[in-house]
């Protein structure tokens, strides 16, 4: 026992030294710790609970992706057949069909099989997965009834599309949260389907939800004049036109419009959107400007067609369908549907930032102000301190000078919590907390093991040295055993919980491993240096 | 100075001995959680089946419940659940998931946050919760797995450690502790979230931490007084870690007692459901794990490898009676 090595005590006390001074970031203000050498740096992050903010599960709605790219697929195949400019390369199709699945149209040539077969090839793609190709191809195409061409999506092919969705989507939320101006938000993807949005510190979640929840497909489609209105009361639309109701918020809304099927200038070929008022009316509007393509088509168009009305379409509703007074040639236009100024500057954000290729929901939100956390971390802080008080009065009134250095290995406990907590950037949350307290209650356990061994030792009548280091040896196994299963018990937490569960288990781990160290390694050095220095012929445990 | 001695040295309580009437009663217990359970049911939160919560806070008091009831009631999202914490200005409003599925939690949400606003418009909402069905089906679903995995998980370890039958005792104490708190939520009503799933993992670790003290006590003195009676034996390895139980126990129910009556009311339910594991499971180490021992008749060969080398086993334990070798 007396046989302590220089070498341990030097390294322990390293230990205890760093753990105090990689604790003291914690408590610094950011701005103070941003000045300071990078490896000082890193402190504590609090968790949503505590700093207040907004949690969101997004989950995207795959119940017509399937449609959607079919839909595609048709608008590619068509453009393929038509091919370079001149009559001698087209190929000529019809029967065009979509569904269960499957995108199906006939060769009317029967000389241009070939050639069709070729260029439909060429729009279907090897499926990769990470950087290797699987073999696979994404569609599946065959021919049936000599000219009849089918494609249908393979299920790896469609895998890979709703990744591939998934990736450009979780970057378009990424855009639009750093619109609006938050600080270190957090966006990742999760499961399949799901994008998980942190932002802390918001004191209204509202617009960023409202923003959230806009898919934002723009386009710019023309009125069909000629659309029979008892045809079209019966729910029927002439063929290449389609049936479109009107947006909630929009004055006309219950109201619809046949519009066109075919895309003049979609969002895509937007390169800019900025909120502004109308000129006239004062009203809140969208301003947008196309790109050199977009501009062209947009001026021929509006030429082609002065007189006529054009619809602005926001996900699959009508903002508003204002007549081509005069041709639009300067390449922007204004969206015009009802704004308030936030939804303006919203749909202007949506905008900019592209849209969805999916529609996403909130499927989960949990929204903490910066009060209530502020609140939460004042309470926790004072039952931290008054718990940590009183267990330190006890383990003295207990254990005299054993429990007073059973209270400094606990007090470097906290300190060490703290500092590998901060190392691994790890994030504090309430339930945190909460282990953090039980980790001081607990913590104890091992020197009241330790401490309760000696005692029987020395009842026993082993002579001072020996009952101590007897002590030290019997209880360290039982302190170990115990404390694998609280690991285990933490670990599971980890693996299922939501973030505030997750920095519970992370407190309880972290303060079960340092737990260990200070009060058996730690307080055996405090321990055997006394011993040496005092050699003393009873002790009072 | 004096030092203080929670029990007194040198304690002979015959533990075992009550341990029929102990079974007993911790047997009508776990009944009686049980039927709490199935008749009362869990006041489950939002997490476990969807829905909105909002935590609302007034200026000066809260209002009369049944006024706020009305109000709440009058916004159209069906009955709501209202909980007050404490002495506090704060209550926590949760309404049911909407008719029509999941996409609608949030949108409810909404709803609620601006009826309560304005049927209060000095209040203030500190935090809104919103859960889908789908979500809260996949939480409890984790939840459930996750608890029986721990408490499995945990007694392969102590199977692995010590012997079969100390598995067995050990799963045993840990259904009781797990029950009995189930028993405790279904009476209370408290709100049983995921939170409470948390605390319940924390206290299967904390339970077993006591257990495990025990048991490795047993398992030295089956080694050391290999002619002593199995019922002397366990009573003598409790008595002798009594003192150390107590004391921990203390500890820790002193620092979770000021957390209950102290700390944030946002986390109430996980700082009681703690606070009262503490309790059950030092109950249960000392009276379910212990005797369930007896039943499963351990004795001194328990250890002793059960291979024709069991005689050289025999040398090699008692040699080292500090039981550095199992």
Do not use: C
Not at chain 1, 217 to 227: Q, Y
Not at chain 1, 257 to 272: A, F, T, W, Y
Not at chain 1, 349 to 355: E, F, H
Not at chain 1, 448 to 470: C, F, P, Q, S, W
């Amino acid at each position: 026992m007396l046989d302590f090595p220089r070498w341990k005590t030097i390294g322990i006390s390293l230990i205890l030294l760093l753990g105090l001074i990689f604790t003291i970031p914690s408590f610094l203000p950011e701005k103070t710790t941003e000045t300071l050498p990078g490896l000082f740096q890193s402190r504590v992050n609090l968790g949503l609970d505590l700093a207040g903010g907004s949690h969101l599960l997004l989950e995207a709605d795959l119940s017509d992706f399937d449609a959607v790219q079919l839909e595609k697929m048709e608008r590619s195949v068509r453009q393929a057949m038509r091919g370079e400019p001149g009559p001698d390369d087209d190929v000529a199709i019809g029967e065009v069909t979509r569904g269960n699945g499957q995108l199906s149209f006939i060769v009317r040539e029967l000389t241009q099989l070939d050639e069709a077969r070729e260029r439909v090839n060429r729009l279907t793609q090897g499926v990769t997965q990470g950087t290797q190709l699987t073999g696979q191809r994404d569609w599946e195409v065959s021919f049936v009834d000599t000219t009849r061409v089918v494609l249908r999506a393979t299920a790896a092919g469609r895998t890979a599309a709703i990744a591939n969705a998934m990736d450009s989507a979780r970057d378009i939320v990424d855009r639009r949260v750093n619109a609006l101006g938050t600080r270190e938000p957090t966006i990742i993807r999760e499961g399949n389907d799901r994008i998980v949005v942190q932002v802390p510190g918001l004191q209204n979640p509202q617009q960023l939800k409202d923003l959230l929840g806009q898919t934002a497909r723009l386009e710019f489609r023309m009125v069909d004049e000629n659309a029979n209105p008892a045809e079209v009361a019966a729910g029927r639309a002439p063929v290449g036109s389609e049936i479109v109701p009107y947006a909630e918020s929009s004055d006309q809304a219950g109201g619809f419009e046949v519009l066109k099927r075919q895309v003049m200038i979609s969002g895509d070929q937007l390169i800019n959107a900025q909120q502004q008022f109308d000129q006239q009316s004062g009203q809140p509007v969208v301003s947008i400007s196309f790109d050199s393509g977009g501009a062209n088509t947009f001026a021929r168009v509006t030429t082609q067609s002065v007189g006529k009305r054009f619809a602005m379409v926001l996900d699959g509703k009508v903002l508003s369908a204002p007549s081509i007074n005069e041709p639009i040639l300067g390449g922007s236009a204004q969206i015009s549907g009802n704004f308030t100024v936030d939804s303006a500057n919203g749909l202007a954000i949506a905008l900019r930032s592209g849209a969805l290729p999916v529609k996403m929901t909130i499927v989960e939100e949990r929204t903490v102000t910066p009060e209530l956390g502020a609140d939460s971390i004042r309470k926790g802080v004072l039952a931290g301190i008054i718990a940590t008080t009183a267990v330190l009065v006890f383990m003295i009134v207990v254990y005299g000078r054993f429990g007073i250095y059973a209270n400094i290995a606990l007090i470097f406990n906290i300190f060490l919590i703290i500092a590998t907590m901060a190392a691994f950037n790890a994030t504090l949350t309430l339930p945190g907390i909460a282990g953090f307290v039980l980790t001081i209650g607990a913590a104890v356990d091992a020197n009241v093991l330790i401490n309760e061994r000696i005692r029987e030792e020395l009842k026993r009548g082993r002579k001072i040295m020996d009952a101590v280091d007897t002590g030290y040896k019997e209880a360290s196994r039982a302190i170990f055993d115990a404390n694998i299963t609280n690991v285990i018990a933490a670990a599971l937490m980890f693996w299922f919980g939501s973030g505030p569960i997750k920095g519970f288990a992370v407190v309880l781990t972290i303060g079960i491993v340092t737990s260990v160290f200070t009060a058996v390694t730690v307080t055996r050095m405090f321990v055997a240096h006394w011993l040496r220095r005092t050699r003393p012929t009873t002790i009072n445990i | 100075m004096r030092l203080l001695k929670l029990v007194p040295d040198d304690t002979n309580i015959d533990f075992l001995r009550w341990r029929n009437v102990a079974m007993a009663i911790s047997l009508l217990s776990i009944i009686a959680a049980v039927a709490l359970v199935a008749v009362r049911g869990l006041n489950f939160g939002i997490d476990f089946v969807g829905g909105q919560s909002v935590r609302v806070e007034f200026v000066g008091a809260a209002p009369n419940i049944d006024e706020l009831r009305s109000k709440v009631d009058a916004i159209g999202l069906g009955e709501a659940t209202i909980q007050q914490f404490g002495n506090s200005n704060a209550v926590n409003i949760r309404t049911a998931l909407p008719e029509g599925g999941e996409k609608t939690a949030e949108e409810a949400g909404r709803k609620l946050v601006a009826g309560i606003t304005a049927a209060y418009p000095q209040a203030k909402t500190g935090a809104v919760e919103t859960v889908s069905g789908k979500v809260s089906g996949e939480l409890l679903r984790t939840g459930a797995i996750s608890l029986a995995l721990a408490m499995l998980a945990i007694s392969l370890y102590i199977w692995i450690r010590f012997e079969w039958q100390f598995g067995v005792a050990a799963l045993f104490a840990l259904f009781h502790d797990v029950t009995l708190t189930f028993g405790f939520f279904a009476l209370t009503q408290l709100q049983f979230d995921l939170n409470i799933v948390a605390a319940i993992l924390t206290i299967i670790g904390y339970s077993l931490n006591d257990t495990i003290v025990v048991f490795d006590r047993i398992r030295e003195n089956l080694k050391k007084y290999r002619k002593m009676e199995i019922i002397s034996l366990l009573n003598l390895s409790t008595n002798e870690t009594l003192s150390r139980t107590i004391m921990t126990a203390t500890s820790i129910i002193m620092a979770l007692a000021i957390l209950v009556f102290f700390g944030p009311d946002v986390i109430f339910g996980f700082s009681a459901a703690m606070l009262l594991g503490i309790f059950i499971g030092t109950y249960s180490s000392i009276y379910m794990a212990a005797p369930i021992l007896v039943w499963l008749k351990v004795g001194p060969d328990s250890f002793i490898p059960r291979t024709s080398a069991a005689v050289a086993g025999g040398e090699r334990v008692t040699r080292n009676d500090d039981g550095a070798v199992v």
